[in-house]
């Protein structure tokens, strides 16, 4: 009885993940094959999934009704091994905060680039990082807003395809990516800061 007693307050024993120490943050960039790719890159984060939030719509889909949401990733990761202010860093170097029209050759609301917070430590690191890249880069105006989170509505069913994009179809995804000029404008605004 006492060796079954161990399997049960040892979550992580045989594998069994636990998500005791796991957190969520939500951010809008433009496309979010390509922020869900970036941030998979970044130690700590164990999962990032595409979706939508920000708008009053319910179960909002890519190829049906969106409006008033915009294109997001939730990121789920270890603050043990990367804070909030650590994904912030990465956020703003993967976006262009400048572009008030959308992100790179994508243009429209729902490709508008975001940072969702779900508390005040939250929002006051967001408008911490905002400040620091205002007062980085001067002469430029940051319409990159700190907004309150709401429902993250994740892609499924049919257009599920949308998850993982990059890595189940990299020749199309890096075909996309190039010709979107995302990475030389990432590069042109943050230099070698830049992550991809």
């Avoid at 960039?29 to 941030?39: I, L, Q, R």
Wanted: net charge positive; charged share 25%.
């Amino acid at each position: 009885m006492k060796k079954l007693w161990v399997f049960l307050i040892m979550p992580g024993f045989l594998g069994i993940a636990s998500n005791a120490t796991a957190d969520k943050a939500v951010f809008a960039g433009g496309c979010f094959w390509c922020m869900e790719s970036d941030f998979e890159n970044l130690k700590g984060v164990t999962d990032v999934v595409s979706g939508f939030t920000g708008g009053s719509l319910k179960n909002p889909t890519y190829r049906g009704n969106h409006k008033g949401h915009y294109e997001a990733i939730e990121v789920t990761y270890n603050p043990e091994e990367v804070s909030y202010a650590g994904l912030l860093e990465h956020y703003w170097v993967n976006v262009d905060p400048f572009d008030a029209r959308g992100q790179f050759c994508d243009k429209g609301f729902s490709y508008l680039s975001a940072i969702f917070v779900a508390n005040e430590k939250e929002k006051k690191l967001a408008e911490m990082s905002r400040k620091k890249v205002v007062e980085q880069i001067p002469g430029k105006n940051v319409v990159t807003p700190v907004l309150n989170a709401s429902t993250f509505y994740p892609i499924k069913g049919k257009e599920s395809y949308h998850q993982n994009y990059a890595k189940n179809n990299p020749v199309r995804y890096n075909y996309y990516r190039w010709n979107c000029g995302r990475d030389q404008r990432l590069k042109e605004i943050w230099g070698d800061k830049a992550t991809h």
